[in-house]
């Protein structure tokens, strides 16, 4: 079993440090960072990983988004208490436990069969099994629980979803990495205005895993 110990939280002291003079000013997030043991959502061999601000690889060739990225989009989230909010890319399940830290009621798609299932097992013997895991394909969204108060998106778009847009509420806002086949993308915050249309706002450059169509089983 892992544990987490005083070196831990040290380290994550650390982190949260680093988070703070990269321009992370939100203290919900920063207290999520030193509270959420982060070094649990990583093998354990990697644990030294944790908490430094890297991406590091996890199952079925994916990642976990860097500390500094998580704490970011989701500061562009602008979370309120409550709000409803939907995850495409659970992968490791850490930026879903951190929206769920702060306050939002959390909904998150992955579309690999086995990490949906070892990440849905994890986040509820972890203590946050509120946070409602789906299997599927992020493009289709989760018409189902919509409209959302948010929509985040953990991968790299080449191409805004139209579903996605359709799911998000008046006033609601997408945060999502968008770009071109060469694996860089920008950092998109969209609001979808109470007339329909979309306003943009940019970020700057990030690199993430691929937003695949389809599942894989
Ligand atoms: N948010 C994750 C980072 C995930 S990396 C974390 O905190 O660890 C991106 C994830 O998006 C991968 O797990 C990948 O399988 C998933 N993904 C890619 N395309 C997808 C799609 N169409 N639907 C759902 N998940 C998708």
Known sequence: MVVDTHRHRGLRQQLVKELKTKGIRDERILDAFMQIPRHFFLEKTFAEWAYKDVAFPIDADQTISQPFTVAMQTSLLNIKKGDKVLEIGTGSGFQASVLYYIGAKVYTIERQKKLFEKTEKFLHDLGFGNVRTLFGDGYEGAPRFAPFDK???????????????????????????????????????????????????????????????GVNI
């Open 151 to 213: 929509i985040i998106i953990t991968a790299g778009a080449v191409e805004i979803p139209k579903k996605l847009i359709d799911q998000l509420k008046p006033n609601g806002l997408m945060v999502i990495p968008l770009g071109d086949e060469s694996g860089v993308q920008k950092m998109l915050r969209i609001t979808k205005n109470e007339d329909g249309s979309l306003t943009r706002e940019n970020f700057g450059n990030y690199r993430f895993v691929p937003f695949l169509k």
